[in-house]
């Protein structure tokens, strides 16, 4: 059973296979698939105005696709940078290879198949203008663009993008100022001036832009989930038309749900899908015993875990949303999950319950991003005023939460990460902010719930070795003279595996 839950992949277990391997293939195929796809769009757009075929609607397209190429190369550099990972072997590796700062190979629309062949990982310093210089036209043609469905983009989702994007950089800059100095030494390159400059000089500079663009989202009209959506039985993180938090989404139509609800992400983790592999007959996903302990009673989202003091009980549904029947319910394990339902609570179905939308960027995430911002610009007095105002105003009962940090990197670490990994359990984006933090990754401890082979606990102040991504082999490496390879992290040799 355990291999058809493709969402439990021991990633970090992986040895010399892991660039080799299915996963890896399967994460830059997508990626690049995204950017191809982005690129054919433009094409058409472009040759239909040189036939002087123009809409109103062709530039809302280009934009589409400039911000869905920006979303690629932004995951994609995040992803296969190579960060120090405090592993001697790995990171004395990466000096003789001079690994340091190269991102991904750049593909654009005039990208021939023979510079496909020799085309080097770019240094960060041209990524992020070339990522700042889609966001930048983007966010030019979608003024006053009005979407039919949050799998598109407007202008709304491009301030999203940036608000992102600017604290990537603030990040890397505070921590990192010869990678500013290197960044603006190249600012008046000319092989680089056709791209968009990033304007700024200090790493307080793209903090303020963070917290510029941040705050333009939440003034969008965003509203953070209730807690009625957010323990839906039947629209719980499965529908972007049902509130008014989801900023952008992706949407898995019945058709691609292809009868199989195993393949869906909802089929993943959804409990209550008959046929998926998230239910007890399989592999149930559920939340640390570290992390649900920091979660405090009048905390709504507790409930979104089975307790370990009511598991084996009838659930109390004043606290508990399920379909499951008592019966069904005490089945299930500490910590189970409930947050991602199926499709309008259908259970049975593979096309309806097993499809659905997922969120890409929700307005939650740009109130976080406030608060960070606001920390490194305003003090820790204003980053935790702004943390607190979210909790007490719409994740607390009744209020009562306050902040423990005691300067600002505690604060950002035990405070204001600590509830980002609450409130995105599931959906993906802490893994880049513990990348860029340099944060600890603890899956080895007394109760911990991690498997066996699981049991891997990484570095204070360094990324975690499995969170630099590995290049396919066959998929790039091979056919790509000019790409580097980085270290394969090799955790099982590499990484002592804890125990009790």
Excluded at 24 to 40: D, E, G, K
Excluded at 125 to 132: D, K, Q
Excluded at 235 to 248: A, L
Excluded at 351 to 359: F, I, N, S
């Amino acid at each position: 059973y355990p291999s058809f839950n493709y969402m439990n992949t021991p990633w970090e277990t992986l040895s010399t296979t892991l660039a080799s391997g299915d996963p890896m293939t399967v994460v830059w195929r997508f990626y690049y698939t995204l950017i191809f796809n982005a690129h054919n769009l433009m094409d058409a757009v472009e040759a239909a105005e040189k036939d002087g075929i123009v809409f109103e609607s062709s530039r809302y397209l280009y934009a589409n696709a400039l911000v869905y190429r920006a979303l690629a190369y932004m995951d994609l550099v995040r992803m296969y940078e190579f960060k120090k990972t405090g592993i001697a072997v790995l990171d004395r590796e990466a000096d003789q290879n001079n690994l340091w700062g190269i991102t991904v190979p750049l593909v654009t629309q005039s990208t021939t198949g023979a510079e496909a062949q020799n085309n080097p990982r770019r240094m960060y310093y041209e990524m992020y203008r070339f990522i700042l210089t889609d966001l930048n036209k983007a966010e030019d043609y979608l003024e006053g663009y009005v979407r039919s469905k949050k799998s598109r983009s407007d202008i709304s989702v491009v301030q999203a993008y940036k608000a992102r994007f600017w604290l990537e950089l603030a990040t890397r800059f505070r921590k990192a100022p010869d990678d500013l100095a290197t960044q603006l030494s190249h600012e008046n390159d000319p092989e680089l001036e056709h791209y968009d400059k990033l304007g700024i000089t200090t790493a307080q500079d793209c903090y303020n832009k963070a917290l510029e663009y941040s705050r333009k989202v939440i003034n969008a009209g965003y509203t953070p989930l209730t807690r009625a959506q957010w323990h839906s039985i039947t629209e719980g993180f499965n529908n972007s038309t049902k509130n008014s938090s989801w900023i952008f989404a992706t949407i898995i139509p019945g058709a691609d749900a292809v009868g199989l609800g195993y393949y869906t992400f909802i089929g993943q983790m959804s409990p209550e899908l008959n046929n998926g592999v998230a239910h007890a007959t399989y592999s149930v996903m559920m939340i640390t015993p570290d992390l649900f302990n920091r979660i405090e009673n009048n905390d709504w989202r507790k409930y979104t875990w089975i307790d370990p003091a009511d598991q084996g009980k009838a659930p109390d549904r004043n606290k508990y949303s399920s379909s499951f029947t008592d019966a069904e319910w005490i089945k299930y394990p500490s910590y189970a999950n409930f947050k991602f339902r199926p499709m309008d609570g259908v259970r049975t179905v593979s096309k309806q319950g097993a499809a659905g939308h997922l969120p890409i960027i929700r307005v939650e995430e740009m109130y976080f991003i406030e608060a960070e911002a606001l920390a490194y610009t305003q003090g820790l007095g204003a980053g935790i005023n702004a943390l607190e105002s979210f909790m007490n105003t719409y994740r607390y009962e009744g209020g009562g939460y306050t902040c423990k940090g005691q300067d600002i990197e505690e604060f950002i670490k035990e405070d204001l990460i600590t509830q980002k990994r609450i409130e995105f359990w599931g959906e993906g984006i802490l893994y880049y902010d513990y990348k860029r933090h340099g944060l600890p990754v603890t899956r080895g401890y007394p109760g911990t719930n991690y498997t066996m082979n699981a049991r891997y606990n990484s570095q204070e102040g360094y990324g975690a070795p499995w969170f630099n991504f590995v290049i396919p082999r066959t998929g790039e490496i091979s056919r790509n003279r000019g790409c580097k390879q980085n270290p394969d992290p090799n955790v099982s040799e590499n990484v002592t595996l804890w125990s009790e």
